[in-house]
DNA sequence: TCGATGTATTGATAATGATCGATACATCGA
DNA sequence: TCGATGTATCGATCATTATCAATACATCGA
């Protein structure tokens, strides 16, 4: 059996380097085990909503931590937050977390 | 207004930190832009399956980098390869990316 | 067996990111 | 205005990672 050659390369439809870029942002955002629980928690909080506060006991982290993965949460956009006097409470962006899940339904080709 | 207390805490369904940390692994392994490209080649290509001397020049990367990619999807469970001949043909493992959207998929509190 | 070709590993380097103490900023209650 | 409390930022440190040259390993054709 001869082996000259390898494969036909078709890369129709491949994600462009941009497109690659953007969705690996948000997947980083939330390639975390702390974020992971911080939606989890914000899922499961009475009105989708908590405040940072109440994050630090349960995760076991400093609030300067905590801060710093709620701003990479926010600046992807998978949560927001608002201020009410002292705290801030965040929530959800479920359409955020959409867009991923639908970035991940690749488009097979069709069978020969 | 008094604002004495925060809002009420409620974390049931929360998840642990070992699925957190299964699921941010799952995560970092496609949060990555040339893994995501990777990824769209192989759904893209004839019969889900290439081989990586495919992948270099499209890519633009040197083959130890390509090869290092392969590596982290394959020892995330989301592609596998098959040697043939010469060739490895690596092909993607749609149940894994099943998996991270249904991770992905929160189950949101019933509404009071 | 030998040279050619595809793949994996090693080692080094530069960049990114997670963590926290210290500190600054914002808002409330008194 | 002042002290208390929640939040954000800064600076430093340690760990992880993306990249590639060099090299080793695997398989084919001759």
């Known amino acids: 059996m001869v082996m000259?050659?390898?494969?036909?390369?078709?890369f129709a439809g491949v994600l462009d380097v941009d497109e690659a870029t953007?969705?690996?942002?948000?997947?980083?955002?939330?390639?975390?085990p702390v974020r992971l629980r911080i939606v989890s928690m914000l899922a499961?909080?009475?009105?989708?909503?908590?405040?940072?506060?109440?994050l630090e006991a349960p995760l076991g982290l400093?609030?300067?931590t905590?801060?710093?993965?709620?701003r990479i949460l926010r600046?992807?956009?998978l949560v927001v937050?608002?201020?009410r006097g002292r705290w801030v409470h965040y929530s959800l962006v479920l359409e955020r977390l959409d867009e991923i899940r639908d970035a991940l339904r690749l488009?097979?080709?069709?069978p020969v």
């Open 62 to 64: 400093a609030q300067p």
């Open 22 to 32: 953007h969705t690996a942002g948000l997947l980083s955002a939330l390639a975390d």
């Open 107 to 110: 488009r097979l080709p069709e």
């Open 66 to 70: 905590v801060s710093h993965h709620l």
């Open 81 to 83: 937050g608002e201020r």
């Open 4 to 10: 000259m050659d390898c494969c036909t390369p078709v």
């Open 75 to 77: 600046e992807a956009g």
């Open 44 to 54: 499961a909080a009475q009105g989708g909503t908590a405040c940072g506060c109440e």
